[in-house]
């Protein structure tokens, strides 16, 4: 009865590689993020995607590449990954965006990242 | 200046005390201030959020904002071993309710 999920849970790989990470809320809600936490704590949003459409789009990599093949599930493809991507990368969902409201934002488990 | 600041501590309180986590911001226009709750190792969960001015109470926590000072902050009352956290503020700003966080502030609540 997970509400928002990740996997993987842990990721280790090479410089250089490309990966996916994966996630999918099963609250109904029609957003989705991507937010990127350092080794400071330091939790920033990546990406937004409001009934599959990209709303929000920081000042990220180009490498950095998500995908919403619905509005239950948001993906994220990193190409030519560096060693400065070693991260916990966190999934969340909330409903709606805007209208005045205040729209919670519910997280995933993360996804650690580490690049050798 | 830092959108959203926060005291990183570790900020150390005995079991039974009153703990006071603040967070200052820098755009007056933000309008929804929520803290969330991160355990080492864990995601953030969220405690609660306010959007107007003065207090809200929820269980032990109560949340205080000020626009005029652009501050809020976090009291948790009856502190217990449990609540040693990393508390994060976020600040909604702009569209596409996007939130910006603060790097947090490591509270430990000591027997």
């Known amino acids: 009865d997970t509400a928002v999920s990740q996997t993987p849970k842990y990721l280790v790989t090479q410089m250089g590689n490309d990966k996916s990470i994966k996630c999918e809320q099963n609250?109904?809600?029609?957003?989705m993020y991507w937010y990127k936490q350092d080794s400071k704590k330091f939790l920033k949003i990546m990406f937004s995607y409001n009934n599959k459409e990209l709303i929000i789009n920081e000042t990220v990599p180009n490498r950095f590449s998500p995908k919403s093949p619905d509005k239950a599930h948001l993906n994220l493809h990193i190409n030519s990954l560096e060693l400065g991507d070693s991260a916990v990368y966190f999934c969340?969902?909330?409903?709606?965006?805007?209208?005045?409201?205040?729209?919670?934002?519910?997280f995933g488990p993360g996804t650690r990242l580490t690049v050798l | 200046q830092k959108e959203v600041e926060q005291n990183s501590g570790p900020l150390s309180v005995p079991e039974g005390a009153i703990a006071s986590l603040n967070c200052t911001y820098s755009d007056r226009g933000s309008q929804s201030f929520f803290w969330y709750r991160q355990y080492s190792g864990k995601s953030p969960e969220l405690i609660m959020f306010i959007y107007s001015n003065g207090d809200k109470e929820d269980g032990r926590f109560t949340a205080q904002l000020n626009k005029a000072s652009q501050y809020v902050s976090l009291l948790i009352r009856d502190s217990q071993p449990s609540d040693s956290a990393t508390y994060l503020c976020a600040v909604h700003t702009g569209g596409g309710n996007k939130l910006t966080f603060g790097t947090g502030t490591q509270l430990k609540v000591e027997l």
């Open positions: 969340a969902s909330s409903q709606g965006t805007s209208g005045g409201a205040v729209h919670t934002q519910y």
């Open positions: 609250l109904g809600h029609d957003t």
